[in-house]
């Protein structure tokens, strides 16, 4: 009988030490957790911090650019005013047509004209370009305007590093881009926002004439 006793009190001794050494080990294991998914949260967000500032010193050299005058690039302009017409106007398929032009536009454009520096800044802008356009191509309209944000900083690059002949008003809408603001390129002085449309068509400034 003092024998099962003594089994007993033993088992139970050794069962309570068990669960103490776990306690340490699950505790740390949980705080080792949350270091790691706080180190991923912070990496994370200084990733989309250093993001967001390349967006907005890649706006703010573009507002300072002086273009030239050339006419090398006129399709290309025209195109990219079809959508952004188009996009005033509330009209999806007139901006998917625009795009399909700006598609071909670049297609044709003569690269041999270029010097080897600046046909390496084309490509990059001409890649982005692109993209842009062939989402404009498919997407409903307010992801049309989206990719337009875009598409205007590689119009107004493209146009900082080749030149234009043409008029231009670079205009900025202060609401577009969830607030951070957004440019466009226009023919026209007046105001009438491709990213709002009717909704809001006389939002934005111009910031400069080109030409």
């Not at 099962?4 to 776990?22: G, H, P, R």
């Not at 337009?148 to 205009?171: C, H, P, R, V, W």
Request: charged share 25%.
């Amino acid at each position: 009988m003092k024998k099962a006793i003594y089994v007993l009190v033993a088992t139970t001794l050794l069962f309570s030490a068990c669960k103490n050494n776990d306690k340490p080990s699950n505790k740390n294991a949980m705080q080792s957790q949350e270091m790691n998914m706080k180190e991923t949260a912070e990496h994370n967000h200084d990733t989309h911090d250093n993001a967001m500032g390349n967006h907005s010193e890649k706006m703010e050299k573009n507002l300072h650019a002086t273009p030239q005058k050339s006419d090398a690039i006129t399709p290309i302009i025209d195109s990219y005013l079809e959508i952004k017409n188009a996009l005033v106007n509330d009209k999806k398929e007139g901006a998917a047509k625009g795009a399909i032009m700006l598609l071909d536009a670049f297609s044709n454009f003569d690269m041999a004209q270029l010097s080897k520096d600046t046909h390496k800044e084309f490509m990059e802008i001409y890649e982005d370009a692109k993209e842009q356009a062939e989402h404009i191509v498919k997407s409903p309209i307010d992801h049309q305007r989206e990719h337009f944000e875009n598409l205007s900083i590689d119009i107004n690059d493209l146009i900082a590093l080749l030149g234009t002949n043409k008029t231009l008003y670079l205009s900025k809408c202060p609401m577009a881009g969830d607030g951070k603001g957004a440019i466009w390129l226009s023919e026209f002085k007046e105001i009438k926002n491709p990213f709002f449309g009717s909704k809001m068509l006389t939002c934005g400034s111009v910031q400069k004439q080109l030409n």
